[in-house]
């Protein structure tokens, strides 16, 4: 039989660089493309010496081009927390809409499967919980979060225009808060910011009064869930996310416990458009890809703070990247 080739854009990323691991292990050929905006060479640096590896630094809002069979493309290239997508809005929405126009040519010409990596965002500040995919969201398009929230409704919808009208064989992934290894931990996201405050001796910021939900999904789940869609020869959106819901106030007490930390939590006002309330229904996964997480909150928080803790100490420092 022969080799799989898969293109992975935003390979270099955090989930981008556990799913380049996943294909590699199932014998595929992968390729990782990247610019490094935010994704950093060092999530994949242990894959440079296999030959079943390439990497790409190519900035995919740019016509693609890639040489000999291509079997899949999975679209992961975007920033992907508040911090980033706040501070580079024009590319942000770039790689929802142009990158994406651009992959699914690609797959087009390549006669290749493609998955794309869509977000709850796309629910907004929801008024119906738990989400399932039916619900159309609560979006304001012209608020600071809309750059990321509308990029990708653009990148489902073009993929279902590319599905109906040139016939691709596309997947669409609603991907929920996920965490664990190779995650920043300067990237805004809630759980990087707690550890990263906890190790620092940081109070712990909180938004609001903290009664605002999240639902958590650990990473090795979230990349057997995107495996198994693309595997599947279901079209529509799936949400792949951990349905156990909790407060950002009982959150940041758990990380608090789990650190052994004794500093305070400190609370600011909520920013603009901040999603009340976050929880997938999973009925879909379940019954198209009998998919749903296996690994708890308490086991996967715990493996993500020892990655976290060994980390050099001048991580626990650096700055955000600069955009120009």
Known sequence: MKQQRILITGGAGFLGSHLCDRFIREGCHVI??????????????????????????????????????LDAILHFASPASPID???????????????????????????????????????????????????????????????????????????????????????????????GPRMRLNDGRALPAFIGQALRGESLTVFGDGSQTRSFCYVDDLVEGVYRLLQSDYHGPVNIGNPDEITLKDFAEEIRELTGSTVELSYHPLPEDDPKQRRPDITKARDLLGWWPRIDRAEGLQRTYTYFKALPKEELYREPKHFN
């Not at 060479?41 to 190519?58: R, S």
């Not at 929230?149 to 609603?174: P, Q, W």
Request: hydrophobic share 35%.
């Open 32 to 69: 990782a493309m990247d610019n490094l905006i935010t994704g950093d060479l060092k999530n994949i640096e242990h894959l440079f010496k296999l030959k079943e590896f390439e990497f790409y630094h190519y900035d995919v809002t740019k016509f693609i081009s890639i040489p000999g069979q």
């Open 85 to 179: 997508y706040l501070r580079i809005p024009i590319q942000t929405l770039k790689v929802g809409a142009m990158g994406t126009h651009n992959c699914l040519g690609l797959a087009r010409a390549k006669g290749a499967r493609i998955l794309v990596a869509s977000t709850s965002e796309v629910y907004g500040d929801p008024l119906v919980q738990p989400q399932a995919e039916e619900y159309w969201g609560n979006v304001n398009p012209v608020g600071p979060r809309g750059v990321y929230d509308e990029a990708k409704r653009y990148m489902e919808s073009i993929t279902m225009a590319y599905h109906t009208y040139h016939g691709v064989d596309t997947r669409i992934v609603r991907i929920f808060n996920t965490y």
